[in-house]
């Protein structure tokens, strides 16, 4: 299992102790999961998978297991991280499916994050459904690192986000001449919708330096759009899926951001870090709020951060029509001084960009749906 590390938190696993721990826990949980039943799922029932989550400190991420079939043996494995920050699909063993029958290397190229080469590879992916049951999409086009030194880091992300068009993430998404990459789920035909859901906070959350791993997240597949869900068109011509972001409150007290900057952006990203926040006019980082909290170490890469951990009411709209949502982040269902949100005058990690990385936090409050028939992202309250 390669864990690959976040970017936009402190990293959970930072020892080889750590590595051998998150290991045997998860082998633990996972014990007693329906193995690979061999045979597909119902056709046209909708089908949960489940996702393993890793928690330190107030902070999470999530990983997905995949499989890829091989007529000799055992299918290929890889633990993903969950990433609607991103939108396409890199395994970490690319090694292990040179040669392997239904497998085509279209071309090399380098890994969009760590720049490890990588084949870019087409052929099946698997995924085991919670009842068994196996999903498999075909023709799915990735990245398959091929690391040829121990200076070059494997890179291992699930890409979920559904930008548009698919060539926006260039040259990520664009690694050889025409070759256009997707999220993997999107190359699915006829399940369009994919529902994540974690775990309520109180149960998936460790407050302490200790490790926790849980599985009781899911991702959920449907054929047609599930109900309940305020639908928001996201922005074109974007390197990550977004919407539009029209408030930002603080305590309950409105804030005033963004004021008049424009064009902005919502990134939708289910990493599971706070709010980011970029303000260059001011309306959040250079004011005093009831909660701060010490800045972690990655924001040293931004200019002027205010770090928080005070409830937030956060309004989003569509990028087109009238849509739009509100939500807040309840920190009383959070451990003490869990950060809630990094105010800069300049965000790096917004990547140039104006508006707002809405976090994984948002996510601890409120269902995601994507829309791969379409373009739009849902947005729904969590249910107890």
């Not at 936009?8 to 996972?30: E, F, G, Y």
């Not at 807040?328 to 269902?333: E, K, V």
């Amino acid at each position: 299992m390669f864990l690959s590390p976040p970017a936009l938190h402190p990293p959970l696993i930072t020892t080889d102790q750590d590595n051998d721990l998150v290991r045997s826990k998860i082998a633990a949980l996972t014990a007693g999961q329906p193995k690979r039943a061999g045979r597909p799922i119902a056709a046209g029932a909708s089908f949960s998978i489940a996702l393993t989550t890793l928690s330190k400190s107030g902070n999470f991420d999530s990983y997905i297991d995949v499989q890829f079939p091989n007529q000799s043996g055992n299918p290929i494995t890889a633990s993903l991280l969950v990433d609607s920050g991103n939108n396409n699909m890199i395994i970490p063993n690319g090694d292990e499916l040179v040669g392997v029958p239904g497998y085509t290397i279209l071309g090399t190229a380098l890994s969009p994050f760590t720049s490890c080469p990588a084949n870019v590879v087409q052929g099946p992916l698997q995924i085991v459904a919670t009842d068994g049951g196996v999903y498999q999409i075909d023709n799915c086009v990735f990245y398959a690192c091929t690391p040829k030194s121990k200076k070059d880091t494997p890179e291992s992300n699930f890409g979920m986000g559904r930008i548009h068009p698919w060539g926006s993430s260039h040259p990520w998404n664009k690694p050889l001449p025409n070759v256009v990459l997707q999220s993997p789920l999107s190359y699915g035909t006829d399940y369009r919708y994919a529902e994540i859901i974690f775990e309520e906070a109180a149960t998936m959350l460790s407050s302490t330096a200790d490790i926790l791993v849980r599985r009781g997240s899911r991702l959920v597949m449907h054929t047609a759009l599930p109900p309940g869900y305020t639908l928001l068109s996201t922005i074109p011509h974007k390197a990550w899926m977004s919407v539009v972001p029209t408030s930002f409150g603080i305590g309950g007290t409105p804030t005033g951001w963004p004021g008049t900057v424009s064009p902005l952006i919502a990134m939708i990203d289910t990493g599971g870090g706070p709010v980011i926040l970029s303000d260059p006019d001011g309306y959040v980082w250079p004011k005093t709020w009831p909660d701060p909290v010490a800045c972690p170490s990655w924001t040293g890469s931004s200019k002027n951060c205010n770090c928080i951990s005070d409830p937030l009411q956060i309004s989003l709209a569509a990028a087109s029509g009238s849509g739009t949502y509100a939500y807040t982040i309840d920190t009383s269902a959070l451990p003490p001084q869990r950060l809630t949100a990094v105010a800069c005058e300049k965000a790096f990690y917004l990547e140039g960009e104006q508006g707002m990385n809405v976090g994984g936090i948002t996510f601890l409050f409120n269902r995601l749906l994507i829309d791969y028939a379409g373009t739009r992202i849902g947005l729904a309250p969590k249910m107890s």
